[in-house]
């Protein structure tokens, strides 16, 4: 069991608007809505967020790391204004076809994260959009959560096919999966 309340989110699609044109600038960075409330909720009932995200623009020359770090440094300032943060930003800057370590579903984001906090990830909440995110975070112990936002809206209203961990929990949005993790929370402290 972890001696931080931790939860790992992925970025796009699940906490701003996803684009398949990347997001490029600050220009294009959206965030999902209720996505930042939402993390600042978590903060405020004590939980760390952290974020894990492929960023295969940088891999493809897309953009430059000065464009990503604009782009977050947008997000927090977003997120101050909601009294949120996100601790920190893990990404993997590789194309697919570089065969990396840490490219979503590969766990090497993950075992980053684990290693940087000195503790085990088996039933941190791993929230994101896509297959992708929610392998990565079970191959690491992560308990899977789907948002139907970006990659995840093409599940609305059907079931999700076998290849997703049989475990996961499926939300209509980041705001609905911490509304999730709070109200267990709650009465996991009741039941103490």
């Known amino acids: ?18 684009s398949d044109e990347y997001i490029k600038s600050p220009a294009e960075w959206l965030p999902q809505p209720g996505s930042l409330e939402a993390i600042a909720r ?10 894990a995200s492929n960023q ?10 000065t464009d990503l770090n604009a782009v ?3 997000m927090h300032q977003q997120l101050a204004e ?7 930003v893990f990404y993997c800057p590789h194309a697919p076809d570089e065969a990396c370590h840490c490219r979503k579903p590969q766990p090497g984001l993950l075992e980053q994260i684990a290693e940087r906090y000195g503790i085990s990830l088996k039933g941190v909440p791993m929230v994101g959009d896509a297959l992708r995110d929610l392998l990565a975070g079970v191959s690491v112990g992560c308990e899977p959560h789907l948002v139907l936002t970006g990659k995840g809206a093409a599940y609305q209203g059907r079931p999700l096919p076998e290849t997703f961990p049989d475990t996961t929990r499926v ?10 993790l709070l109200a267990r929370e709650d009465a996991m402290q009741a039941a103490q």
């Open 72 to 74: 977050h440094t947008l």
């Open 171 to 180: 939300h209509a949005d980041l705001s609905a999966c911490v509304d999730f």
């Open 82 to 88: 909601f009294g949120g943060r996100v601790d920190a």
């Open 1 to 18: 069991m972890t001696l931080i309340k931790l939860v790992i989110l992925d970025r796009d699609g699940t906490i701003n608007v996803d």
């Open 42 to 51: 978590l903060n405020h009932a004590g939980w760390h967020v952290v974020i």
């Open 56 to 65: 295969s623009g940088l891999g493809r020359g897309l953009f430059e790391v």
